[in-house]
């Protein structure tokens, strides 16, 4: 886990009291020994600098990659440190690499998590005496619009408000292609007057407009955001990149059957261990995409021949096409991570529960493609308690996971506790008095005919149920009774657990970078090496 200075040490709750946390995620952080034929080494960042001695860097593909990555840097702005990180990369540095979706205005919370953390394990090897820079993936080759085409930000009284982009683009294409639209204007200013004056609104203005791609405002807005931290954004839908690339994607075509064999056996090494397979692999998969008038669309393979929708090609006709124009080919998520350290000298990379679980499948196409397989470690997970949200939950007592289950619990659980404190007390005797009748009834049956205790039992057990009952309907009267529980309780949902996700899967970050600004940042990174190695609860102050 990302250690570092003992003196930050965050609240934490551990991941078996979160939603949806999976078996595999969970034996992973533990690094139990039914995960450890899917991961060669452990999710431990301190023994990351020692990679350094077997991970190849200052290779004529690394220094290629990084005159990309100073274009690329320098037409969004970047920093003079970010450009020094460059030039250290092209003169031998090894890389931490995280990455995300592009999404709206920033994307999620756990954007700036990612980054958060990928600049803390950098730091940390660097102590450790390996020379190693900070790097942000951006998916821009990702297709689904959807998913990335929306940003949700919390009003001043604490309610969702969900934006979308109007955009331009073909259905299917790479992200990186899709430009905003008329309209996207208004809904910048919109979302900027939410937002408040701040720094955050003003990036805002400035990298998100008409005709500008989902890739090219999100690169722009982190390359301001990051400024100080030489944070080095690699957009991998750039041609020159792609035909760097073009050796691995015609290997990769090659030994595709291959690779398919290898992964459709580790998919059942990984349901005889009951876990879940994170990507669908079958007898026809490739791992690649193209480009088609603009849409991915994925290569199948059947009978020796390969097929791009109802276009049937051999091998060498494939890898003619591939040689030709790189730049209509891309890696599917499962020759992603091998693509990026193909083109990196890559140490570690930190990814999320969903990508360490398909980590577990893409290690086989490693080691065919690459002869190594590159460490994974989790990045940081934490939820973000404003004063205000704290103040509400100190009111009604409420522990974190107790938002988790739920809004009517929730409710429930603000009403009683905002019982008068005589009717709870009420309820308190008249339990504590049902037990001790009912313990001295049972004493005396036990006495006079012992089959009578289990009847005993049974008529205690409906008491309880009948008292409970009563005072979760007082606990509901209450609640009709003031508006304020309801309103409350919403409030807590949707600041903490919002449509029943991680606040870090929901929110955006850039909410939270317009109320507390840059400092919050350099936060988030010593929280990033605290020693909690599980959720993380931060409370802003």
Not at 308 to 320: C, V
Not at 321 to 341: C, G, H, K, S, T
Not at 457 to 468: D, L, P, S, W
């Amino acid at each position: 886990m990302l250690s570092g200075d003992e003196g930050v040490i965050p609240d934490c709750i551990p991941f078996s009291s979160i939603p949806h946390t999976t078996r595999l995620f969970s034996d992973f952080l533990n690094y139990s020994p039914d995960v450890r034929e899917f991961y060669p080494h452990p999710p431990d960042a301190s023994q990351v600098a020692a990679q350094s001695a077997t991970v190849p860097h200052e290779t004529e593909i690394n220094v290629r990659v990084a005159d990309v990555l100073e274009k690329q840097n320098r037409t969004w702005g970047a920093s003079e440190k970010t450009l020094n990180n460059v030039r250290r990369l092209r003169e031998g540095a090894h890389a931490a690499v995280t990455g995300q979706q592009v999404g709206l205005f920033g994307g999620p919370l756990l954007s700036l998590f990612k980054a958060a953390s990928v600049l803390a394990l950098a730091k940390q090897v660097e102590s450790a005496g390996a020379p190693c820079v900070p790097i942000f993936w951006m998916a821009t080759e990702d297709h689904d619009l959807t998913e990335v085409n929306q940003s949700l930000l919390l009003t001043s009284e604490l309610q969702l408000a969900p934006f979308t982009a109007p955009t331009d683009g073909k259905p299917d294409s790479p992200v990186a292609n899709v430009r905003f639209a008329a309209g996207m204007n208004e809904v910048v200013a919109q979302a900027a007057e939410l937002l408040g004056e701040s720094l955050a609104a003003d990036y805002l203005r400035e990298c998100y407009c008409e005709g500008e791609t989902f890739s090219g405002a999100y690169a722009k807005l982190f390359t301001r955001m990051f400024s100080e931290y030489g944070l080095i954004l690699l957009d991998p839908a750039d041609a020159e990149l792609h035909r760097i690339a073009a050796p691995l994607f015609v290997e990769a075509i090659e030994r595709a059957a291959e690779m398919d064999t290898a992964l459709l056996a580790r998919n059942r090494e990984i349901s005889q261990a009951h876990y879940h397979e994170q990507v669908k692999v079958t007898d026809e998969s490739t791992p690649l995409f193209a480009l088609v008038d603009g849409a991915r669309v994925p290569i199948h393979r059947s009978n020796g021949e390969f097929t791009i929708r109802k276009e049937r090609l051999s091998l060498e006709e494939l890898k003619q096409r591939i040689v030709a124009a790189p730049e209509n080919f891309n890696a599917n998520v499962l020759l992603r991570p091998v693509l990026q350290d193909y083109w990196l000298p890559t140490l570690a990379y930190i990814g999320g529960p969903a990508e360490i679980a398909y980590f577990a499948q893409v290690g086989v196409v490693y080691e065919k493609l690459l002869g190594r397989v590159t460490t994974i470690l989790p990045r940081m997970s934490a939820t973000l308690i404003e004063p205000r949200v704290g103040r509400l939950l100190a009111k009604y007592g409420l522990e974190l996971p107790e938002v988790f289950h739920g809004e009517t619990a929730l409710r429930d659980r603000l009403a009683a506790s905002s019982l008068p404190v005589e009717l709870k007390l009420d309820f308190e005797r008249g339990r504590l008095a049902v037990e001790e009748a009912m313990q001295r009834i049972s004493e005396s049956l036990q006495r006079l005919d012992p089959t009578l205790v289990e009847a005993a039992r049974r008529a205690a057990n409906k008491m309880r149920y009948q008292v409970g009952r009563l005072e979760k309907r007082a606990a509901q009267a209450e609640l009709r009774r003031h508006e304020i529980l309801t309103r409350h309780a919403a409030q807590i949902e949707n600041a903490l657990y919002p449509h029943r996700e991680l606040q870090e899967r929901e929110i955006a970050g850039l909410y939270f970078y317009a109320k507390w600004g840059p400092e919050l940042l350099e936060r988030l990174i010593e929280t990033a090496q605290a020693r909690c190695p599980e959720h993380k609860i931060v409370h802003l102050s």
